[in-house]
């Protein structure tokens, strides 16, 4: 058994400014930047979401501009084995967590769950 929920959406944009990204996505949705740790922050920008709890970043990519929603779970081999099984594909695995592409052609990841409400709000899988 493990458990998986939508974590948040990624706004990946192809930029050399990721920081003048960040301040338009952060206006456009009115949410503040959020610092995030030394690694991350050369490549993303965190958007603060307390309200509705997703996890919402500004990443800089060098594929074309787009927004990939984020699975989080609890045990990510199941839920990729689980996704695939609805007929999603692996596309590349990144820092522990699996890239995936759906039937339809959309990408996106699922990661490690980080939400403090995790276990209360995910779905539970078999």
């Known amino acids: 058994m493990h458990r998986s929920r939508l974590a948040g959406f990624i706004i990946d ?4 400014d990721l920081g003048g990204a960040a301040r338009f996505w952060s206006g456009a949705l009115g949410m503040p930047e959020r610092v995030l740790s030394a690694g991350e922050g050369e490549r993303y920008v965190g958007l603060d979401d307390a309200a509705r709890g997703l996890h919402i970043e500004v990443q800089a990519v060098d594929h074309d501009s787009r ?19 609805l007929g999603a594909r692996r596309i590349a695995q990144v820092h522990g967590w699996w890239v995936m592409q759906a039937p339809t052609g959309q990408r996106f990841c699922v990661v490690r769950a980080r939400a403090a409400d995790f276990a209360a709000t995910a779905n539970r899988w078999e």
Do not use: P, Q
Request: glycine letters at 0%; proline letters at 0%; one cysteine or more.
């Open 13 to 16: 944009c192809r930029t050399d």
């Open 67 to 85: 927004v990939h929603l984020d699975i989080e779970t609890d045990d990510i081999d199941a839920e990729v084995r689980r996704l695939e099984s």
